[in-house]
């Protein structure tokens, strides 16, 4: 009897398939059944060849040897997982497997993942492929009774494959270019080059920025109205003149203010947009402090493990028309505490689709992220899982409550021949902010006029005027970002490019700015572990060497832009529009100008951070830098590789200034160190928290002292109460 094979991406997907599908009997690196074969990968276990594998010198990196451009691209077997491929290779070959079907994450990576392994192991059996965005029992039978033929996505692995050898052609070269000429760890690429020019960029501005005072006038009412002064033509409430201020001031001291016009509008606010995961990532930064990488590995977890929220790796912020049939499936699975209330009250009021969240024509690959109609055990999750899945099951519903609704008064004033304005709202209904429990962030009034509760007020009255005031305030430097700021600007860099040639910005527009969803959080690790940049707080920096980097690259390879084309082209050639050799022949001719300019650059790159501590394994001088953990030394030779940690940062707070301690050294020779100058030895912090706690009474000291407060003060009320009871007898 024939069977299929079916490949999944990790072994926790390939078991919930393998169960679903009956396949009981476990083999070496797979499961089978009477029908099928479930086996898997362990993500990549094929990728594209080291340049030595296109000849031995290129063992070596020297910049003669430069640029290496191989006519074809060969693949090898990653050797840590090199078991499991001759598992899958090994079952993919048997006789009785009469088709594959590729069960990989449904994406441009995943069919990499797949078709890579299918090329390395020599298969030419029909394929199929499962498209599912979540891993539930429903979902994966769903997925196979609607299984679709492979070659439907061979344009894919072709824009996967043109991606991953354009990034080798020109990652490969220029760093190689640069390492060798500088005889330093110099790493560049297509995407990670532009991200970091974006930070250099707003520090440059933070730098040049000079603050700039302006200024307001305020006029508070008898009747407690507080006016704004608004510039009559341009509508804005500050000006830079003090001079005009002062001078307006004066003109209107003593005036009655007349109410020129009462506006009132009956306003709508709908839920904001599903989350992809560029905007789930943000606000788990925003809210929890949480990496890109760190959330986009809960997700997965949230996805892979528990089984209650859709694929994460999606960049649509909207749902296909074929999921809403299953929304109150998906609304029933989170009706527990503490979304019960809200779930029934969506379930009472019925869910009515529309167009502000429910649009095939923004969904590509996946639609947005939304729980499954798997019932989720809250006490099952980590603290870390239930932030996320918060998050999502929070957006989620709210998208399905009515919209905001208020009626905002706006109004006009005449003091003298100034203009003043006020503004107030009444809430009609809270529809889906009640969702939030009132910890939503209002949204910040254009106009910079704040809102106030309003007393009642008519076209053409007088209003007496207590006081007027001028207001101050400075122009503020932009803030430098965060990793939830820099995920904003990758996805849209022509906010933040905006020197850049308006057609060039369009085409980034277009294109959805630098990486993707998926990889966005890698390249901010990798600026991390390359040390081009570092965390100060919250906010993110370029460091020295960064900087250095970026006057030795190629000035194109530091544009955006440059990335934006490219992946309209990947685009172009997932949609069959372009062909793979024709993208990759012009990759080609531009890794060989980069090569070129750096070999013929008379720019030099200087080690500022070098340290007279020797490097155990070669001997040469040692690095210090800021890891994204604390500090770290590590050997300036690429070859050698040697690093070490040698601070830490640390939850401990100094006792001086109460900032976050450092940890220092090693063994008994620790020592926390504080930016205020504060010194101290592990061992004494030890002893001084020790200390520290045996003087504080524990919780459960302090209630038991309460309850014994609490009889000693009962008994003596009773004493108390019995001796009058005795005095009232004898007196009877």
């Known amino acids: 009897m024939s069977k299929t094979l079916v490949l999944a991406e990790k072994p926790s997907v390939g078991r919930d398939i393998a169960r679903v599908l009956q396949c009981p009997k476990k083999g070496n690196g797979y499961f089978e059944g009477d029908r099928y074969i479930v086996t898997w990968a362990l993500g990549h276990l094929v990728t594209l060849a080291d340049p030595e594998a296109y000849g031995e010198q290129y063992r070596s990196w020297r910049i003669e040897d430069l640029p290496i451009l191989p006519a074809s691209f ?9 078991k499991q491929f001759q598992a899958v290779k090994q079952q993919m070959g048997r006789k009785d497997v009469k088709e594959i079907v590729i069960a990989t994450d449904a994406g441009r990576e995943g069919e990499l993942v797949a078709r890579w392994i299918l090329e390395m192991a020599r298969v030419n059996k029909p394929v199929k492929r499962l498209w599912i965005s979540s891993v539930t029992d429903k979902a994966i039978l769903e997925g196979f009774r609607k299984v679709k033929d492979g070659k439907e996505y061979e344009q894919l692995y072709a824009a996967a494959a043109a991606r991953a050898e354009a990034d080798w052609v020109v990652g490969i070269n220029a760093t190689r270019a640069l390492t060798s000429k500088h005889n330093a760890q110099l790493s560049c690429g297509r995407v990670q080059t532009p991200t970091l020019a974006m930070i250099a960029k707003r520090e440059e501005e933070i730098h040049a920025f000079t603050p700039k005072p302006y200024y307001g006038i305020s006029a508070v009412a008898k009747n407690g109205l507080r006016l704004v002064w608004q510039e009559a033509k341009t509508k804005d409430i500050k000006t830079f003149s003090k001079e005009t201020c002062e001078q307006i001031i004066k003109s209107i001291k003593g005036k009655e203010a007349e109410v020129t016009e009462v506006k009132k509008a009956q306003k709508k606010s709908y839920a904001p947009l599903l989350y992809d995961l560029t905007e789930l990532q943000r606000d788990a930064n925003k809210f929890f402090g949480f990496s890109a990488k760190e959330t986009l590995s809960i997700m997965q977890s949230l996805y892979e493990h528990h089984k209650v929220l859709t694929y994460p790796r999606t960049d649509s912020r909207y749902l296909s028309s074929d999921i809403v049939e299953t929304l109150a499936d998906r609304v029933k699975a989170v009706q527990i505490k503490p979304y019960s209330q809200l779930a029934a ?18 969904v590509s690959d996946h639609h947005a992220i939304i729980p499954t109609e798997q019932t989720v055990f809250l006490g099952n999750l980590s603290d870390r899982e239930r932030k996320i899945f918060d998050l999502v099951v929070k957006r989620f519903l709210a998208v399905l409550f009515p919209p905001f609704e208020y009626e905002q008064t706006t109004i006009q004033a005449k003091i003298g021949d100034q203009s003043f304005v006020a503004k107030g709202k009444r809430v009609i209904s809270q529809g889906w902010r009640e969702v939030y429990d009132h910890d939503y962030e209002e949204e910040e009034a254009k106009d910079g006029v704040a809102e106030q509760l309003l007393p009642d007020i008519s076209t053409g009255d007088r209003l007496s005027i207590t006081s007027v005031t001028q207001t101050t305030g400075e122009t503020k430097p932009p803030e430098p970002f965060t990793e939830a700021s820099l995920l904003s600007a990758m996805e849209n860099p022509a906010k933040y490019m905006a020197h850049e040639k308006k057609e060039l910005i369009q085409t980034i527009g277009e294109t959805g700015g630098l990486g993707t969803v998926a990889t966005r959080a890698d390249i901010i690790e990798k600026l991390f572990h390359s040390f081009l940049i570092e965390k100060k707080g919250k906010h993110i920096f370029i460091t020295s060497k960064g900087k250095q980097l970026l006057e030795l690259v190629p000035e194109e390879l530091q544009s955006p832009t ?14 069959g529009k372009l062909t793979k050799q024709a993208f990759i022949g012009e990759m080609k001719n531009y890794a060989k100008a980069v090569v070129q300019e750096i070999k013929h650059s008379e720019k030099r790159f200087r080690h500022d951070n070098l340290t007279r501590t020797k490097c155990p394994e070669c001997g040469k001088f040692l690095l210090e830098v800021n890891g994204k953990r604390g500090k770290m030394l590590v050997c300036q030779d690429r070859e050698c590789g040697y690093r070490k940690s040698v601070a830490k940062s640390t ?11 450092e940890l220092r050294g090693e063994g008994e020779g620790q020592v926390f160190v504080c930016v205020c100058g504060h010194r101290e030895k592990l061992s004494a912090f030890q002893e001084r928290r020790n200390k520290e706690k045996s003087s504080k009474m524990s919780k459960r000291e302090v209630a038991q002292y309460l309850k014994g407060q609490e009889k000693e003060a009962d008994g003596m009320m009773n004493t108390a109460l019995k001796d009058a009871l005795a005095k009232l007898k004898l007196e009877d």
């Open 74 to 82: 060969r693949l090898v077997v990653i050797r840590e997982s090199s």
């Open 345 to 362: 009250k969506v379930l009472r009021s019925g869910i009515k689709a529309n167009k502000s969240f429910v649009d095939d024509s923004k």
């Open 562 to 575: 440059l990335t934006a084309q490219w992946e309209q082209k990947l685009n172009a050639i997932a949609k």
């Open 651 to 661: 939850n401990a707070r100094c006792p001086q200034c109460h900032k976050r301690l």
